[in-house]
Structure formats: structure tokens, C-alpha cells
């Protein structure tokens, strides 16, 4: 298949997933995950009316954003290192979505204050435990989350996960309830709306939309089988 075949699969899958839920066409935001892959196959995502890119690395994002048209939207979905926020934020990224600490929250909140911004972004959540993962557990974000909240310089829009890999999509499935059981947890206590929810990918952003999704990361499914091997990434082959 290619690329504009992919997306329109996507795109239907995600609208009969809303529809199964009860939710509103156009409630789901599709991030196209564009890490490794050159400007080039990020160009036929775009020419197929693909606006918003995710990329895990900083460095990588660095070499691509000023490659598209500049009316692309950008997201850096990895971990960021707080030496690197600064430069996030001139890039002019949309949404930092892994923030996974309350002194990372804190240092983009000082830097995005002292640039005179208001830095856009999700919370990571490490729902099922796993030592490997990053992100706040959710004791950990309900014990902080007065703290972060009060950041000044910060628009926290709400939380993201990766669950644990599991062959079969429904398996994922108590993992994103118990992100939005946490979202909703957090807006009762106030004071902030917590619109998105970044849950799901490639082999299970159907079922992430089903339990409440606003924003799925899918990549492979657009794209196809990545090469890690560091060659592809900025390039324009």
C-alpha cells in the first residue's frame, strides 16, 4: 500500500471507532509519527492533506521542521532532556508530550517563562508499572499534582501513556481506561480541563479511541517497517 492508501485506512478506522463509541466525527486527532523516516515520505503524508508530526528525538525534529512546509504542526512524543527545552521551544513545537517529572514540568516552565511563552503540554503516565518505562505512576501524579498544576508558565492540555505491548489490541484496553479514570480524577480536583488524552498506536489506536483517545500516535501503520539504523532520519531520498 502506499502512503496516501495507508492514511485513508487510518482515517476510516479511526472514524468507525468513534462512531462505535458514541463520539462526535473529528474528535480524534491523528499524529503521524514520523521518527526515522526521511522528509520525503513525510512530503506524501503531507501532499494527502497530513498536518501534525510527531518525532521522538529533538535532534531529529531540528533537521525536518524547517525541511516541511511551515504550515505543519509539530510534536516531540519522547523523552526530553531539560538541556534540551530551550531549543524544543524555539523550534516552535505544538506539544511537548512526554513530560514524565516534576522538574522537567518546572524547567520548561522557567525556560518558557523567561522566552515569554506558555509552553503546551502532556503529563506521561506510566500506567501499568513497568520499571523501564518513564513517566509519574499515578500516586506519584496525584501526590504532585497541586504542585504542577501551579506551574505558571505552562499549559498542561493532559496526560499521554504506552502501555505495555500486548498481541491482542483489547488487552490494551484496562490500560487506557485507568489513564482516563486518572484525567478524570485530576479535573475533579481542579483547576484544569484536561482535554487530551494521547493514547494508542499503530496496532491499537481503534481500541484507545473506543476508551476515550483524543490523540493517536501511529507511525508504522502510515509509514511502514522503520529502518533504525540512523540513515533515514532528515533525509530527502
Request: with cysteine; proline share 6%; net charge negative.
Amino acid at each position: 500500500m502506499y502512503i496516501n492508501e495507508q492514511l485513508e485506512e487510518i482515517r476510516r478506522s479511526i472514524r468507525e471507532a468513534e462512531k462505535r463509541s458514541g463520539r462526535p466525527e473529528g474528535s480524534v486527532t491523528l499524529l503521524a509519527v514520523s521518527k526515522t523516516f526521511p522528509v520525503s515520505d513525510i512530503m506524501q503524508a503531507y501532499n494527502d492533506g497530513q498536518r501534525l508530526f510527531g518525532e521522538n528525538r529533538l535532534q531529529e525534529a531540528q533537521l525536518k521542521v524547517p525541511a516541511m512546509p511551515a504550515d505543519c504542526r509539530w510534536h516531540i512524543i519522547g523523552p526530553l532532556q531539560r538541556n534540551k527545552v530551550r531549543k524544543a521551544l524555539e523550534l516552535g513545537v505544538e506539544l511537548i508530550e512526554a513530560v514524565d517529572s516534576l522538574k522537567l514540568a518546572a524547567a520548561i516552565s522557567r525556560i518558557a517563562g523567561e522566552m515569554g511563552l506558555v509552553a503546551a503540554i502532556l503529563l506521561e503516565v506510566n500506567v501499568d508499572g513497568e520499571a523501564s518505562k518513564h513517566g509519574f505512576t499515578p500516586e506519584q501524579l496525584c501526590a504532585e499534582w497541586d504542585e504542577l498544576s501551579a506551574l505558571p508558565h505552562l499549559d498542561i492540555r493532559g496526560l499521554m501513556c504506552i502501555p505495555a505491548p500486548t498481541e491482542n489490541p483489547d488487552d490494551a484496553r484496562p490500560a487506557f481506561r485507568r489513564l482516563r479514570d486518572l484525567a478524570e480524577q485530576l479535573r475533579a480536583r481542579g483547576p484544569l480541563p484536561l482535554p487530551e488524552l494521547s493514547m494508542g498506536m499503530s496496532h491499537d489506536f481503534a481500541v484507545a479511541v473506543e476508551e476515550g483517545s483524543t490523540i493517536v500516535r501511529v507511525g508504522s501503520a502510515i509509514f511502514g517497517k522503520r529502518d533504525y539504523s540512523g540513515s533515514a532520519a532528515g533525509q530527502t531520498r
